[in-house]
């Protein structure tokens, strides 16, 4: 088989389309006519840092880890809190991340509907921009003194 050698245009191509179509190295070798072994030492060559595998999903020119992460940084405005409100009834939960399950339950009681594991529920939230939960809930700001939990006497 005979060894494909790329001028330095070529390699600089390699590495623009790389950055600006976001696809794999296997696919860039499929495209380019070479290994991959190659394209790899094309980007030691010039520094360029390999995207770590799945990497290459975006949402606009963001990875939607690099989106995820952002979403988390949001914090309620001073002496308030976020609660989860009920579409259905009005019931309040200080939970509205659902990191104790309660909203599940709630889901459950009243809907009739299962937890999806947490494959799904980040997979919703990073297509959609909300918690798979938010469905079925309203994510308000409270001040922590008007706050009254229902859900704790119901149980």
């Not at 794999?24 to 380019?32: C, G, V």
């Not at 190659?38 to 520094?47: L, P, R, V």
């Not at 690099?66 to 002496?79: T, V």
């Amino acid at each position: 088989m005979k060894k494909t050698i790329l001028t330095e245009e070529q390699e600089k191509k390699i590495i623009e389309t790389y950055k600006i179509e976001n696809i794999s190295t296997e696919k860039l070798a499929l495209q380019y006519k070479v290994g991959k072994k190659t394209i790899n030492i094309i980007f030691k060559k010039y520094d360029i840092e390999k995207k770590k595998r799945g990497g290459q999903l975006i949402i606009g020119q963001q990875t939607l880890k690099d989106n995820y992460k952002k979403s988390r940084e949001i914090k309620p405005s001073n002496g308030k809190i976020f609660i989860a409100k009920s579409k259905l009834n009005g019931d309040e939960f200080n939970d509205h991340l659902n990191k104790s399950g309660c909203l599940s339950i709630f889901i459950k009681k009243y809907y009739n509907i299962d937890s999806p594991n947490n494959y799904y529920k980040k997979k919703y939230y990073l297509e959609n921009g909300n918690y798979w939960h938010e469905q079925w809930f309203d994510i308000i700001e409270k001040d922590k003194k008007e706050t009254n939990w229902i859900w704790n006497e119901r149980r």
